[in-house]
T-cell receptor, first 115, second 116 residues
Framework: AQSVTQLGSHVSVSEGALVLLRCNYSSSVPPYLFWYVQYPNQGLQLLLKYTSAATLVKGINGFEAEFKKSETSFHLTKPSAHMSDAAEYFCAVSRGYSSASKIIFGSGTRLSIRP | GAVVSQHPSWVICKSGTSVKIECRSLDFQATTMFWYRQFPKQSLMLMATSNEGSKATYEQGVEKDKFLINHASLTLSTLTVTSAHPEDSSFYIC????????????FGPGTRLLVL
């Protein structure tokens, strides 16, 4: 079975500060990992994904994440937060090798940016 | 990138009525689509997997007779909430795999349903 745990339901940082959103996964097979962002009353937008290639993955809007198998982690970072980064962020895992693969979502982390 | 649309974006209905939500893949074919529901301040919960030309696969605990899914074409899946009740009020989101990228789901903008 696969699962995802996001540590911290709410993270608040100052504008210009480092953003770090934590995600740990559990999977019995090599996982595919994703970070999605959701703005209020909108669907999900893919930020980045890990699919067993490079362990450091760069995504849109300056975000990146590093896959660490030894720590079963896939934390999301951004060097300098912008006000527009305020949103809900979801980490997700799938098996990925089948077009019918289900995605399991974490509980989400709400990111707030202080002026 | 892949674009998935949903219609309507929001709907208000009376208790006991049925509501149909459409999910369309724009400019690409989607043999598999997924339907999720999201309660306020919660994560997405998979309701069912919609397969073109065959019956949908429902997750445990989801009433297939209440949430009817039809995937009649490669670009359209519909979710019908039958005899809706206030507890069915939620944010419903669909997703689809895009073309050769069978690794990533692309999500629609969601449909907010309010049952009075």
């Amino acid at each position: 079975a696969q699962s995802v745990t996001q540590l911290g339901s709410h993270v608040s940082v100052s504008e210009g500060a480092l953003v770090l959103l934590r995600c740990n996964y559990s999977s019995s097979v090599p996982p595919y990992l994703f970070w999605y962002v959701q703005y209020p009353n909108q669907g999900l937008q893919l930020l980045l994904k890990y699919t067993s290639a490079a362990t450091l993955v760069k995504g849109i809007n300056g975000f990146e994440a590093e896959f660490k198998k030894s720590e079963t982690s896939f934390h999301l970072t951004k060097p300098s937060a912008h006000m527009s980064d305020a949103a809900e962020y979801f980490c997700a895992v799938s098996r990925g090798y089948s077009s019918a693969s289900k995605i399991i979502f974490g509980s989400g982390t709400r990111l707030s940016i202080r002026p | 990138g892949a674009v998935v649309s949903q219609h309507p974006s929001w709907v208000i209905c009376k208790s006991g009525t049925s509501v149909k939500i459409e999910c369309r893949s724009l400019d690409f074919q989607a043999t598999t689509m997924f339907w999720y529901r999201q309660f306020p301040k919660q994560s997405l919960m998979l309701m069912a997997t919609s397969n073109e030309g065959s019956k949908a696969t429902y997750e445990q605990g989801v009433e297939k007779d209440k949430f009817l899914i039809n995937h009649a074409s490669l670009t359209l899946s519909t979710l019908t909430v039958t005899s809706a009740h206030p507890e069915d009020s939620s944010f419903y989101i669909c997703s689809a795999f895009y073309g050769l990228d069978q690794e990533t789901q692309y999500f629609g903008p969601g449909t907010r349903l309010l049952v009075l």
